[in-house]
DNA sequence: GCCAACGTTGGC
DNA sequence: GCCAACGTTGGC
């Protein structure tokens, strides 16, 4: 299977770059998802060696700030089943899990955020997800164009 | 903090 | 299965 790429966001206040870069393995377990949309791709399509942006969202600004790589592929989400979780879903069971993760490592960090601002007014990302108005999938496919195209803004930082 | 856009829930 | 009401997301 080729190689995919994915925009993952998530609000730095819950899970920072830097907490990523501490992490152990520089590594993290994407979980709590808790959309059918963006848990079908975690499920089915999110491969290990695909690569992702990390995207904050609630930031000032909102935009991309590393490259990471899945490390490994869906999987049960475990908060699911814990009471204690925020991400606690009564409706989840061992047998039938409902919500799925994968893990990601970080691969590279930018020097900077690249704002959502930037991406909007960059030729060549016109139609990605991210920069449609009310795009609220947490999970986004990236084309390998835009892929390209945000790798070479990230360059020329 | 506002509010538009979107997803989910639940009555019928 | 429809759809109004409600809750959440997320940019600004």
């Known amino acids: 299977m ?3 790429y ?4 998530n ?3 819950c899970f920072s770059i830097e907490d990523l870069e501490k992490a152990p393995n520089q590594s993290t377990e994407w979980e709590g998802v808790r959309n059918y949309q963006a848990r079908n791709m975690l499920r089915d399509d ?3 060696g695909d690569e992702v942006f ?3 969202s609630n930031a000032k600004p909102a935009g991309i700030v590393a490259v990471c790589t899945v490390v490994k ?4 989400d475990p908060t699911a089943l814990d009471p204690n979780s925020q991400y606690f879903d009564p409706k989840a069971t061992r047998e ?6 994968v893990d990601v490592k970080l691969k590279q960090k930018f020097p900077d955020i690249i704002p959502l601002a ?4 960059t030729p060549g990302l016109e139609k990605m997800m991210v920069t449609q108005k009310g795009s609220r999938l947490s999970i986004q496919p990236v084309t390998p164009d835009e892929w390209k195209t945000i790798i070479e803004l990230a360059k020329r930082m």
């Open 73 to 76: 592929s869906g999987y049960p």
């Open 118 to 121: 930037t991406l909007k007014a």
């Open 54 to 56: 990390y995207y904050y």
């Open 11 to 13: 609000e730095p206040d």
């Open 6 to 9: 994915w925009l993952f966001k």
């Open 2 to 4: 080729p190689k995919r």
């Open 46 to 48: 999110v491969q290990k």
């Open 96 to 101: 039938d899990p409902r919500w799925y993760m």
